[in-house]
Every structure is written in structure tokens, then in C-alpha cells.
């Protein structure tokens, strides 16, 4: 079905990604999970195997890579999307259209179909992923779940032989990633041949056959389900591998003393229009703890993140900061928010320049202090856009400290990383937590929660309806799945 023989490619102008002498079968109706860290090659094999390298992504290729026969590198990309269809980490990047119904046909659409036999085709999708509720919808009121859904249902209109799926649940809510592994199951059991590149492992461990693990480039493991799950959990950690199931994880118990800043929200009420988005939010955070904030998108944790940054007003109800009741305008100087994409927050051309971009901070030595607690000094002079994810997300943390904000709101800070890379944010996170700072976590990361967050606040709906302490977070999954405390 799929073969590369001595294949080798690396980027124009890019080290990262590039693969060396790879020799790999994958046979009919086979699902296949591609693992390692950040940067192995993982994308890039995908890309291989649906054309967008060579037809696409420019570099040196060498060897041959064959889908049912055909040379990738010989055949159009039209070709093979006929037998080849991909779900992209960010669903957004492959949208075509502003509504739902026509996303999901499109590919057929381009097959020249009939009218008649579309809206056939698009019954049978619907049908088929049950998601009725989609229907007509816009693109752009959907949650990152539901447009996950979509891209899905319009690779499925198409009915390739292959599905290509890289990180598909980055970004999604735990509800989302169980709603996705079902619909890998789906097409398994129709005989598709499936290969997923993807750091969240615990999902897949029942649906994949094999498992593929890749460094530099290379093929370091190759390996049935069976030899992978019976590695010891050290090992998988070497490997630089997230867990495989949640009881691999070793719960942080919070043993350390708060700091006297305190955030107390009384009563908050949020209303967007006519629509009431938070309601009766009441909790106190101190100094020195990490609150993660979960729930299903649309639970209204950006919204509740906002509204005590001062970004959005509440409704009724009061926030206290030390004690003190301010005002929306007040609590912009008390806070800091770092997006989930830090590109938005960052507009100078070097790092040490955005250092002094509406900080009101000249002093240097300060300056180099800050960037070299977070291991940013070697690169003040880079321009911030230039930097890895990873150190965007630092830069702005260093920012943040250097304009001596009590309050910092992180959203979505381990979407996409590999088991080093969230700990390095954990890192980073604890050491703020050791200089007294209220942090708050947006994050649907259950391992992320359960090693470094020392409390969780569970929306939804708009109400918060858990908040978990030590041993109580062990169990966080159970809380999400029933929508608040389990009845044992």
C-alpha cells in the first residue's frame, strides 16, 4: 500500500524535519502511529506520503516513495488525493468555505459531481459521523472541535483508501479527542490504512497496530501495540514520549505555602448580548498556587480569563485583587495574558526591544536577568518572530515580569508539545509560582494538570462546577466525563 525504499529528504534552507535513508512498508488497512519529539520528521513522512513533498514543499528528495504503486514524486497530487486525504493539526488551514454543508462536499465538488448525487453524498457523511447539528452551521461560530469534525467529514466525503492525520488532537477538549478516537475506529473497521503522527498517545493505544518511533530523521523503533505498551514507563519517558494511559502519571501534590497576594471573584455574571456566558463564578486563587482552568470549548474559560484581565466587563458581581475591589481598567495593570499564539502579542524587531516596549523598564542589567532566568540571553538580539514556540512563549513571560504583573493567565501554553517541551513550560510555570505570581492555566492537557497544576477549576455550561484539590485530581478525567463530582 505504502513504501519508502532509501528515502531521504531535507528542506530548502531547513535542517529541522529532514529524513535520512528511510526504508518503510505499511500494508493495507494497517493504522499506524508516528511518534518522537518535536522536529523527529513526523510531518514531514506525512507529507511524503500525501504529495505535498515534492509537488509542494521545495528541498533534495532521494529514494522513492510509492502510494498503490504509484511514484509520489512521478504522479500529480490530484492523483493521489483520489486515493490519499489528510487532516491537518489547525483544520482551519485546509477550509474552503464559510459554511459547513459545503465544506463537507467540496472535494466532491471538485470531482464534478452532480447536484443531486452531492446532496446524497452529504446525507450519507452526516449520517455516518452523526454530526446532524453541524449541519448549515458557519465556519466561524464553530468550536476547535467541531471544526475538527468537519475536516474529518470532508476527507470522509471523499472515501480515500488513506488517511493521513498529523497532531489532530492538539486542540481539542478531552470530550473532542474520545468523539475523534471514535471516529478513527469508524474507518478502521472499513479497512483504511491510517497514519497518525501524534504526541498525545493515551487516545490510540486501542486502535493503533503498530507503532513507529522516530529521532533525527530516522527510524529508531518499530514496534507492534503489544511491544509498546509493554515497555516500562521509564523508557517511554527516555524516549521523550507522552504517557500512554493517565495512571502512568504521577499526581504533583501541592506542598508549598501561598504568598499573601490573593484574586477573589464574588458572584461574576458575563453576558454576551442576550446570552449569559459565565454565572455565580465564585472562587479565591493565592499566590504561589497553578490553577488550571478546564472544560468543553465553549465552557467559557477564555471568557472567564478575559473578564479578570479587565478585557471584558462582568455583568454584576466584584473582583478583588489584595483585598481590593478594581475595576476592569485596573485589573489590566495588575494582569497579563499569554495567547495561545504569543505572534499576536509581540511586535518589535529584536528580543531586548520588546523588553522595553511599554514596560517603562530601562534598567539593562535587570533587562538581562529577567531573559537570563528564562534562558532568552543568547538571543536578545533575534527578532521575536523568529523564535521557536517554545521561546515566544518565554519572551513574553519575561515581559510580563518586567512589568511587575501580581496576575498571569496562560492560555493553551502545551498545545502541540512533545513530553520535553511541557516540561519545560511546567518549568518555567514553577518558577513564577516560587516568586508568589497568581497563575492560571487554560488547558484541556490532562497530564500537564495532573504533574505540575496544583488545583483545577472545571467549567461548564458558564458555571464552575468543580475545584479539584491534590488527591481529587487524580481522578480529573471521571470529573470531565460526567460534567462535575463522581459518585463513587
Known sequence: MIEFIQLSFSYKDLEKGSLRKLHLKIPKGQCVLLCGASGCGKTTLTRLVNGLIPHFFEGKISGKVTIKGMNVAETEISTLSDSV????????????????????????????????????????????????????????????????????????????????????????????????????????????????????????IDIADRVILMEDGQILKDMSMQDFCSLPIKQIQNMGLRCRNFSEIETNINGKKFSEHTLELKDIHVKYG?????????????????????????????????????????????????????????????????????????????????????????????????????????????????????????????????????????????????LKSMREVGTMIERLSEQGKILLVITHDIEFIKTICSRVLLLSGGKMIADLKDKEKENIENYILTGGYRNE
Not at 123 to 131: G, S
Request: aromatic share 6%; charged share 25%; hydrophobic share 40%.
Open 274 to 418: 442576550n446570552h449569559i456566558v459565565l454565572r455565580n463564578i465564585s472562587f479565591t486563587a493565592n499566590g504561589g498556587e497553578i490553577v488550571a482552568i478546564t472544560g468543553a470549548n465553549g465552557a467559557g474559560k477564555t471568557t472567564l480569563a478575559r473578564t479578570i484581565c479587565g478585557l471584558l466587563k462582568q455583568k454584576s458581581g466584584n473582583i478583588f485583587i489584595n483585598g481590593k475591589n478594581l475595576t476592569a481598567k485596573a485589573r489590566i495593570k495588575k494582569s497579563y495574558m499569554v495567547m495561545q499564539d504569543v505572534g499576536h502579542q509581540l511586535f518589535t524587531d529584536s528580543v531586548k526591544t520588546e523588553c522595553t516596549l511599554g514596560t517603562k523598564t530601562k534598567n539593562e542589567s535587570y533587562i538581562d536577568e529577567i531573559l537570563s532566568m528564562l534562558s532568552l540571553s543568547e538571543l536578545k538580539n533575534r527578532h521575536p518572530l523568529a523564535l521557536s514556540g517554545g521561546q515566544k512563549q518565554r519572551l513574553a513571560v519575561a515581559i510580563s515580569l518586567l512589568c511587575d504583573k501580581e496576575i498571569l493567565i496562560f492560555d493553551e501554553p502545551t498545545s502541540g508539545l512533545d
Open 85 to 204: 486525504g489528510t487532516v491537518f493539526q489547525n483544520p482551519r488551514t485546509q477550509f474552503f468555505n464559510t459554511d459547513t454543508d459545503s465544506e463537507i462536499v467540496f472535494g466532491l465538488e471538485n470531482r464534478m459531481l452532480e447536484p443531486e448525487e452531492l446532496k446524497q453524498q452529504l446525507e450519507r457523511v452526516v449520517t455516518d459521523l452523526h454530526i446532524e447539528k453541524l449541519r448549515g452551521c458557519s465556519i466561524f461560530d464553530l468550536s476547535g472541535g467541531e471544526k475538527q469534525k468537519i475536516a474529518f467529514a470532508s476527507v470522509y466525503a471523499a472515501n480515500p483508501d488513506i488517511f493521513v492525520l498529523d497532531e489532530p488532537s492538539s486542540n481539542l477538549d478531552f470530550h473532542s479527542v474520545l468523539e475523534l478516537k471514535n471516529l478513527i475506529e469508524k474507518i478502521k473497521r472499513q479497512g483504511k490504512t491510517i497514519i497518525i503522527a501524534e504526541h498525545r498517545l493515551w487516545y490510540l
